[in-house]
């Protein structure tokens, strides 16, 4: 069975911080998908980033980056220079491939990050 | 807005009674899932529904049932209700099962009395 971990509970930073939040996984699968969601406290749930099993280049996007570690089973994602609008719950998601129009997503519990001004 | 659309957005209804919560996918998305996110469970997985048929299940109660028509949109039926079902139920659509990402709705808040 899949498990996503998000150890991190809650983390508490101030503007213009850099935080990390950390995502360790199992599955058994050879071929598996990463996730990222954000869920701002307006409550909707948005998709931020999406990896596959093959590709371990990391990614950056503006402020966010992602470090995606086989070797750990880790998909960690780094915000640079918070601010106070990245103050959201964010979670991490594994999906198995079982078939291509099967899918079932394991989210983590949740990292809530709030950034102070 | 990811172009998913639950209604309603709030519900409050007693115990024992049955709701039905409604979603429609994205345009052009053949996958509907349903989860629901409780402050003890967080996330859950429900339901997958890909054009019509279901795909997959998850922790989904024998109360519950889904349901997908011709026109895409899903039916999530809650029967029998408890306290316990008081949760936040999403909806969410993609365009295939494993590798795409979900794009959700705003969800509809179930109150269990």
């Known amino acids: 069975a899949q498990k996503v971990t998000q150890a991190q509970t809650e983390i508490s930073v101030v503007e213009k911080e850099d935080v990390t939040l950390d995502c360790v996984y199992e599955?058994?699968?050879?071929?598996?998908?990463l996730f990222w969601y954000k869920q701002p406290p307006s409550g909707e749930l948005v998709f931020l980033i999406r990896?596959?099993?093959?590709?371990?280049q990391n990614e950056i996007s503006g402020r966010y980056s992602w470090n995606f570690q086989k070797s750990t089973s880790s998909f960690n994602f780094t915000i640079t220079a918070s601010q106070v609008v990245d103050s959201a719950v964010y979670f991490c998601a594994l999906s198995e491939a079982w078939n291509t129009n099967a899918g079932k997503s394991t989210f983590g519990d949740g990292t809530t990050l709030t950034v102070k001004p | 807005d990811s172009g998913v659309t639950q209604t309603p957005k709030h519900l409050i209804t007693a115990t024992g009674q049955r709701v039905t919560l409604r979603c429609s996918p994205r345009s052009g998305d053949l996958s509907v899932y349903w989860y629901q996110q409780s402050l003890d469970q967080g996330l859950q997985f429900l339901i997958q529904?890909?054009?019509?048929?279901?795909?997959a299940k998850g922790n989904i109660l024998e109360r519950f049932s889904a349901q997908q028509f011709p026109d895409l949109h899903s039916e999530l039926n809650l029967s029998s209700l408890e306290l316990g079902d008081s949760a936040l139920y999403f909806c969410?659509?993609?365009?295939?099962?494993?590798?795409?990402?979900?794009?959700f709705g705003n969800g509809t808040r179930l109150t269990v009395t």
């Open positions: 599955t058994r699968d050879t071929t598996y998908y």
């Open positions: 529904y890909y054009n019509g048929e279901e795909r």
């Open positions: 990896r596959n099993s093959f590709d371990e």
């Open positions: 969410a659509s993609s365009e295939t099962g494993r590798d795409s990402p979900l794009h």
